[in-house]
T-cell receptor, first 111, second 113 residues
Framework: GDSVTQMEGPVTLSEEAFLTINCTYT??????LFWYVQYPGEGLQLLLK???ADDKGSNKGFEATYRKETTSFHLEKGSVQVSDSAVYFC??????????WGAGTKLIIKP | GAGVSQSPSNKVTEKGKDVELRCDPI?????LYWYRQSLGQGLEFLIY????????KSGLPSDRFSAERTGGSVSTLTIQRTQQEDSAVYLC???????????FGQGTRLTVV
């Protein structure tokens, strides 16, 4: 079945560091791909998405590119801030409109 | 309301009791989803409602779980004869349509003791 694998955390970085959180997927066809973020004490929020190969989703300085050849959707940010500390989830939407989730990666940014 | 509202925010129940979890989606959203977030299993799909179509119940883990959506709006997830493994955060999400962004509620944290 469809699945999403993302790097385990926690990931700890200093402010202004470069961030990459890896995400790969297994799916039939070409699903839409998502990154959701869960800030402490808050609900899940959509961070960005891409619906087809080579699409780049971007929001709040974060980017991810849909790579069909490597079945990947890695999340990147050039310069992280303390306020980016959160749990990040990679997900795909299967043909039945269900979201299939990665395990989540906790990101800790130290000042 | 402005967002998806879930109640209660926390629920502690004794093993064997029934519980009902409520979700008020964003007004006008035709799609409604329930997910479960637990330590052992991560985030899992439970059930999906789309308009007046029959719901997709393929994610419900056992026949103790059921859900309904009345009048295309409010949804209730019911867990009968709760077990300790049912302890989790139950998340509701709604979207304007099946292909559009899903907005999540804050969740109901269920603890079965």
């Amino acid at each position: 079945g469809d699945s999403v694998t993302q790097m385990e955390g926690p990931v700890t970085l200093s402010e202004e560091a470069f961030l990459t959180i890896n995400c790969t997927y297994t799916a039939t066809g070409y699903p839409s791909l998502f990154w959701y973020v869960q800030y402490p004490g808050e609900g899940l929020q959509l961070l960005l998405k891409a619906t087809k190969a080579d699409d780049k989703g971007s929001n709040k300085g974060f980017e991810a590119t849909y790579r069909k050849e490597t079945t990947s959707f890695h999340l990147e940010k050039g310069s992280v801030q303390v306020s980016d500390s959160a749990v990040y989830f990679c997900a795909l939407q299967n043909p039945n409109y269900q979201l299939i989730w990665g395990a989540g990666t906790k990101l800790i940014i130290k000042p | 309301g402005a967002g998806v509202s879930q109640s209660p925010s926390n629920k502690v129940t004794e093993k064997g009791k029934d519980v009902e979890l409520r979700c008020d989606p964003i007004s006008g959203h035709t799609a409604l989803y329930w997910y479960r977030q637990s330590l052992g299993q991560g985030l899992e799909f439970l059930i999906y409602f789309q308009g007046n179509s029959a719901p997709d119940k393929s994610g419900l883990p056992s026949d103790r779980f059921s859900a309904e959506r009345t009048g295309g709006s409010v949804s209730t997830l019911t867990i009968q004869r709760t077990q300790q493994e049912d302890s989790a955060v139950y998340l509701c999400a709604s979207s304007l349509d099946k292909d559009t962004e899903a907005f999540f509620g804050q969740g109901t944290r269920l603890t079965v003791v």
